[in-house]
């Protein structure tokens, strides 16, 4: 008794992380090639965006001289 739709010989099609479609073997995880431009610019975009940390912590407060 086995579901044909619920059993999948291959492997598991995951749906696309961007529109949740279902994904091709084409451009797994994604459902096009679009999708996978998407995630890329997303990743860019963010990779680009992260701020830098600065060491705010290492300020004159460190040294309060007026007690
Ligand atoms: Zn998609």
Same mark, same amino acid.
């Given at each position: 008794?086995?579901?044909?739709?619920?059993?999948k #010989? *291959?492997? @598991?099609? @995951? #749906?696309c #992380?961007?529109?949740?479609k !279902?994904?091709? #073997? =084409?451009?797994?995880?994604?459902?096009?090639d679009?999708? =996978?431009?998407v995630d !890329?610019n @997303?990743?860019?975009?963010?990779?680009y965006?992260?701020?830098?940390? *600065?060491? %705010? %912590? !290492? %300020? *004159?407060n %460190?040294f309060?001289d *007026? =007690?």
């Amino acid at each position: 008794m086995s579901d044909p739709t619920s059993q999948k #010989p *291959e492997r @598991r099609m @995951r #749906p696309c #992380p961007i529109c949740s479609k !279902l994904s091709t #073997p =084409a451009d797994y995880p994604f459902c096009s090639d679009r999708c =996978a431009k998407v995630d !890329l610019n @997303r990743w860019f975009s963010e990779g680009y965006s992260i701020p830098v940390v *600065e060491t %705010d %912590d !290492l %300020d *004159e407060n %460190d040294f309060p001289d *007026e =007690a």
